[in-house]
């Protein structure tokens, strides 16, 4: 069985400001890991993914991602945030059976 | 390259009627997954098609059903529609055996 557990329901951040969305995840095989974004009344957009190799990931739109396998994460960053960066993020994880589990979201809310 | 195409984009139905969603996965991918997203409870899987015969499926009752056609396109059929069951639905597809997902727009399902 696999789970994901996003820390934060939401997450408000200055302009420009650094930002940190956390997920933690469960599984008992080797996992994949994936962060999407939806933006209002649209449909889920790849950020960035984790198949195997380095365990610092670099998405679209100056995101990226650190795996963390003693700690079972996979947090989001991205160093300075734009207004439009304002959306909803899910943290994914899938194992041996293709089909992948989905956290509940983090609204990240960018104030001007 | 065309993306995956959801259709229609809202449908409204009446309590107790069927509705029918429809899938076309990106030229190629032979996987195709459904997913619900109801307000609040982020993405819970449905279904998961891939060389025309269901793989998986979720923790939904029967009344929720698909198929996949020999063009791997997808159908989801929802019988007896009750109140609960408005959300946006989301289709992905991926290569067979392989962990890319990406997702179409979502039909946003209301029963009234």
């Known amino acids: 069985a696999q789970s994901v557990t996003q820390l934060d329901s939401q997450v408000p951040v200055f302009e420009e400001a650094p930002v940190e969305l956390r997920c933690n995840y469960s599984?008992?095989?080797?996992?994949?890991l994936f962060w999407y974004v939806q933006y209002p009344n649209q449909g889920l957009q790849l950020l960035l993914k984790?198949?195997?190799?380095?365990?610092l990931v670099k998405g679209i739109n100056g995101f990226e991602a650190e795996f963390n396998k003693s700690q079972t994460s996979f947090h989001l960053r991205k160093p300075s945030v734009h207004i439009s960066d304002t959306a909803e993020y899910f943290c994914?994880?899938?194992?041996?059976?293709?089909?992948?589990?989905f956290g509940r979201g983090t609204s990240l809310i960018v104030h001007p | 390259e065309a993306g995956v195409t959801q259709s229609p984009t809202h449908l409204i139905k009446p309590r107790g009627q069927q509705a029918t969603l429809r899938c076309s996965p990106i030229?190629?991918?032979?996987?195709v997954y459904w997913y619900q997203q109801a307000l609040g409870l982020g993405l819970q899987f449905l279904l998961w098609?891939?060389?025309?015969?269901?793989?998986n499926r979720g923790n939904f009752p029967p009344r929720f059903s698909g198929r996949q056609f020999p063009n791997y396109s997808s159908e989801l059929n929802v019988n007896a529609l009750e109140l609960e069951d408005s959300a946006l639905y989301l289709c992905?597809?991926?290569?067979?055996?392989?962990?890319?997902?990406?997702f179409g727009s979502g039909t946003r399902l209301t029963v009234v």
């Open positions: 098609y891939d060389e025309g015969e269901e793989r």
């Open positions: 984790y198949l195997s190799g380095s365990t």
């Open positions: 030229s190629g991918h032979t996987s």
């Open positions: 599984s008992s095989v080797s996992v994949y």
């Open positions: 994914a994880v899938s194992g041996g059976s293709y089909i992948p589990t």
């Open positions: 992905a597809s991926s290569p067979r055996g392989q962990n890319g997902y990406t």
